[in-house]
């Protein structure tokens, strides 16, 4: 098989494209960490979000109200996390594992009728360029605009968190949510706003996949990738460049790996499906190893409950 | 402005416990006001409804006249209240500026030009570009201070400022508050340090299970008097017998202990060699960073060294680890109780378990044996006069001194021949460090020995029989109490030497 530049080029985009959902949930759950609450719920928001949008979809046959949807529906069910853990002071582990469980219930329950239905053409931007510029066409060209948005994320997030007001209220409340309340701060609020988004981009990251991946709803179909979120963001040590890093390296030998099983590599298949969760955690924690930065990064009070004395 | 501060009628009642019992207190701007008490009598509630994290059951504050509504902390900030607490409430993780930026409504740069001129007028040198977690006790507290300045503050109260800081950053913090005070900001200061009230401010209100049992001028108080006040009873005097013989047998001796760490945070030891004799007790003083941890640690068996040798009645313990060493009649209280000495998130009686021999039974064939372990508990619980009976309770909602009085009773119910413990009375008010010095004396009286690490000079006079000084890793020459003076000690801590 020749390994021409161009095929090089096509690899490097759909490794791109495999790796947007995990960009979208884990920079979303970046943000609910960093403010000390530990959803779980991820896969389960995920899996909301992917049937919603495609039975938004289906039904009204308006894309745009199918992805703003999807975020809405993902809102919705951390909404319950949030009433949970916030105004209920329940675990966090114990009602993300539950949110989960109930997302994959909730979306198979719902995606009865939808199973088999085709879904529609998304479109792509740029797909002149894509197809006349060799090697990076296909890299930067012909694609959602969504794929734009997961890229430019983990950008806005590092600046969100590093340089605005905001940013550093949510970083203050996930170090000290006693302190913050003390100086004023409503950490309930900042904690519900924070679950919310994380709520909002874990559906998009469900659309993205019902409406843009593979457009088409199958059960259970997010397979797992909210819980690689959820490692990548701890393994990335909070930081969202690094989330996107390790995004793409997850994507980028997901897809290496099923063109090596593909070509008859004679390594166990086993073997080569866990390489991507071997290589992301090993470059992720190689990149990671300055503890003082870990420490700076790591939001203290993470998965605490928190309540003001009365 | 002249600023008047007046509380009226503050009540606070939690379940079980009635923390401000109708407190009324004025204050006014140009003096230092001192609200001393004992823990747990009700100063840190007074404060919290004060700065808005609490409000109160009952009762009105009034600001010059004007009656506030203090439901949250933005209120006491807006009404120009500052508050430094106890617990520092910063963000660790967090750069200095941003710490100070976080409720700031201006734009960075005039925020930063107005930090430096705060720094600069009060002579503090803080890196505001530096993470929270990298500053010393003393620097993280004036990050704090400088909050509250920055807001142009009318009160300021400070909470157990001191409790944390080294005897150079008191008197740092001291000067700066009388200057705070000279330009008429109105202070309240929090405490039960009894010299910290007499040297620093003007009038005094002494607290008691929740009320108000005295308010006074500070000349016309002594020591004794606000003690007296304050734990509601004349305090015994306490003195010790010395009883140095000679004739009497060695029970403990150390030679040849070396300790070396590479660790920049550590204090190397050098040649330390010395020995307790039965029924006496040996001080050890020294200014706190000077390898008393190290030392405690080498005595206890946490760290085991090469080529020292230690002897414990007639045996040689120095490869033995602590509970070896333990099963052998020796005792430890370290100096951080709630990390080291206890787990703070067990129930009392299972802190209590955690001590066991083999002789005690507590565990049967591999399970706990809860009757047996809990009855031991009560039995500490009454003998050390613990302030509760119920084992079940988690030990963090024990205050210093009867956590501290748990874990004395938890060393000293087993009989041990040596008791070694470091900064017994650490943090604690005056009505526990009188009982924890009753209790190291009668150890002494019955013919057991003790060795006492401590930063407290006057407790160390107290109650030690001979006195040796520790100063870079290395002890003084070994001298008898009754020939020490604190100013001699005090010379030897600076790393002087005297004759």
Redesign the interface.
Known sequence: MSLDISFIGILIGSIMASSVPLILAASGELITERSGVLNLGVEGMMIIGAISGFALMVITDNLFIAIVGSMLSGIIISLIFGFLTQSLLTNHVATGLALTIFGIGLSAMLGKNFVGIPGKEFPILFSSLKESIPFFGPILFGHSIVLYFAFALPFLTNYFLKKT?LG??V??VG??P????????NVILVRYCCILYGGAMCGLAGAYLSLIYTPQWIENMTAGRGWIALALVVFATWSPIKVLIGALIFGGITILQLHMQAIGFRIPVQFLSALPYLMTIIVLVVISRDSRKI????P?SLGRIFYR?? | MATDLRISNISKIYPGCIANDNVSLQFKSGKIYALLGENGAGKSTLV?IL?G???PDNGEVFLNEKNLKLS???DA?KNKIG?V?QH???????SVF?NL???ATEDNKSLRLRINEILKKYNFSIDLDV?V?NLSAGQKQKVEIIRCLLRSPKVLIMDEPTSVLTEQETEELFISLKKFCDEGILIIYITHKLKEVLSLCDEVAVMRKGKVVSVSQTQNEKVETLANKMVGQKLAKIRKKINISKNKDEIFKVKHLNFYSDDPFETNLVNLNFSVKKGECLGIAGISGNGQNELFQILSGEIITPNTSIIFRNKEIAKLNPKQRREYLMAFSPEDRISQAAVPELKIYENVALNNFKSSNFFEKGLVNERKIKEHSKKILSDFSVNTDNVELKSQFLSGGNLQKLILGRELITAPELLICYNPTWGLDVGAINYIHETLIKINDQEKSTILISTDTEELLKLSDRIAVIYKGKLSKIMPSEEVTPEKLGVLMGGGSID
Do not use: W, Y
């Open positions: 007001k550093l209220v970083r203050a170090d000290s006693v302190s913050a309340s003390n100086q004023g701060i420490k700076l990064n790591t203290t004395e009365k | 919290k700065s994290v609490i409000s949250s902390p933005l900030k508050m607490f520092f409430n910063l963000f660790d993780t967090l941003e930026n976080i409720d993470p977690l």
